[in-house]
């Protein structure tokens, strides 16, 4: 896989381990700590990404008379499709991949050479969405219209990739409106702000937009404020305190709040 590929999965699994409830069969120790008696712990998933072997896209690799080398997929940051030659057929297969260059990752590659073969993901195969200026057209003005009549405005969002498609609209919108530079913009996720972290790092596989320098900024601006605590042992409710928007607690502003998808249970939705 590649390198940003292995820092996103090391993320998400570790993150999937830390959320695992106490009491579901894993060996004692605390929420998150893992065992035997689960699918996997960190010992397992840190086994897993050291027998990882990177590749960088286009790197050509030869395995008993097999040749393959990957491709940008342009869906999240790492991911790639991989173009396979064995006997004489050429094949490509990949998962989940976008021709469309958004905020931050650049469109997938079409290879050099048409493949005899194509495996890909067809989920929305059938399905014809609207252009994307019409959805986001339709995201901001929606936006817009809650927090200019005093709303509080809940965007559930995946961690990785979304988060930050959507934080980057946003930014772009808002330096467009002066009259919602008063309107504060809150992500309450440690997840998103890590795979921030991973996209700082791996900047050299994102797109022009970005690598001028809009993500390095983004954590720095005023407008981007984090409401979560740093301590470990802080108890649920404390999380719930620290993450409660101002205006709950008191009679203030409105504001837009980017959180991970599972908004049913998670604080910033109470």
């Given at each position: 896989?590649?390198?940003?590929?292995?820092?996103?999965?090391?993320?998400?699994?570790?993150?999937?381990?830390?959320?695992?409830?106490?009491?579901?069969?894993?060996?004692?120790?605390?929420?998150?700590?893992?065992?035997?008696?689960?699918?996997?712990?960190?010992?397992?998933?840190?086994?897993?990404?050291?027998?990882?072997?990177?590749?960088?896209?286009?790197?050509?690799?030869?395995?008993?008379?097999?040749?393959?080398?990957?491709?940008?997929?342009?869906?999240?940051?790492?991911?790639?499709?991989?173009?396979?030659?064995?006997?004489?057929?050429r094949l490509l297969y990949t998962g989940d991949y976008s021709m469309e260059e958004d905020?931050?990752?650049?469109?997938?590659?079409?290879?050099?050479?048409?493949?005899?073969?194509?495996?890909?993901?067809?989920?929305?195969?059938?399905?014809?969405?609207?252009?994307?200026?019409?959805?986001?057209?339709?995201?901001?003005?929606?936006?817009?219209?809650?927090?200019?009549?005093?709303?509080?405005?809940?965007?559930?969002?995946?961690?990785?990739?979304?988060?930050?498609?959507?934080?980057?609209?946003?930014?772009?919108?808002?330096?467009?409106?002066?009259?919602?530079?008063?309107?504060?913009?809150?992500?309450?996720?440690?997840?998103?702000?890590?795979?921030?972290?991973?996209?700082?790092?791996?900047?050299?596989?994102?797109?022009?937009?970005?690598?001028?320098?809009?993500?390095?900024?983004?954590?720095?601006?005023?407008?981007?404020?984090?409401?979560?605590?740093?301590?470990?042992?802080?108890?649920?409710?404390?999380?719930?305190?620290?993450?409660?928007?101002?205006?709950?607690?008191?009679?203030?502003?409105?504001?837009?709040?980017?959180?991970?998808?599972?908004?049913?249970?998670?604080?910033?939705?109470?």
């Amino acid at each position: 896989m590649t390198h940003a590929t292995r820092a996103v999965m090391r993320l998400l699994l570790s993150d999937y381990i830390r959320l695992l409830p106490s009491g579901d069969g894993r060996k004692q120790g605390g929420e998150g700590s893992g065992g035997r008696d689960g699918l996997y712990d960190e010992a397992d998933l840190a086994n897993c990404c050291d027998k990882v072997e990177l590749v960088d896209f286009h790197q050509v690799v030869e395995h008993n008379g097999i040749r393959f080398w990957s491709y940008n997929a342009g869906h999240v940051l790492g991911a790639a499709m991989f173009y396979i030659e064995i006997g004489g057929v050429r094949l490509l297969y990949t998962g989940d991949y976008s021709m469309e260059e958004d905020r931050h990752l650049v469109p997938a590659e079409v290879p050099s050479l048409e493949p005899h073969v194509l495996i890909m993901e067809s989920t929305y195969g059938t399905q014809k969405h609207e252009s994307r200026d019409v959805r986001e057209a339709l995201f901001t003005s929606t936006i817009e219209r809650i927090v200019q009549r005093g709303g509080r405005c809940l965007i559930p969002a995946f961690a990785l990739g979304r988060a930050q498609e959507l934080l980057l609209i946003l930014d772009e919108y808002w330096k467009e409106r002066e009259d919602l530079h008063r309107i504060p913009v809150f992500y309450a996720s440690k997840m998103a702000t890590r795979a921030l972290r991973v996209y700082q790092t791996y900047i050299n596989m994102m797109n022009q937009h970005v690598r001028s320098g809009v993500l390095r900024n983004m954590t720095r601006s005023r407008r981007w404020r984090r409401r979560e605590t740093t301590s470990p042992r802080c108890t649920r409710r404390q999380r719930q305190r620290d993450v409660t928007p101002p205006r709950r607690r008191r009679c203030g502003r409105a504001s837009v709040h980017a959180s991970r998808e599972g908004v049913d249970t998670a604080t910033p939705s109470r």
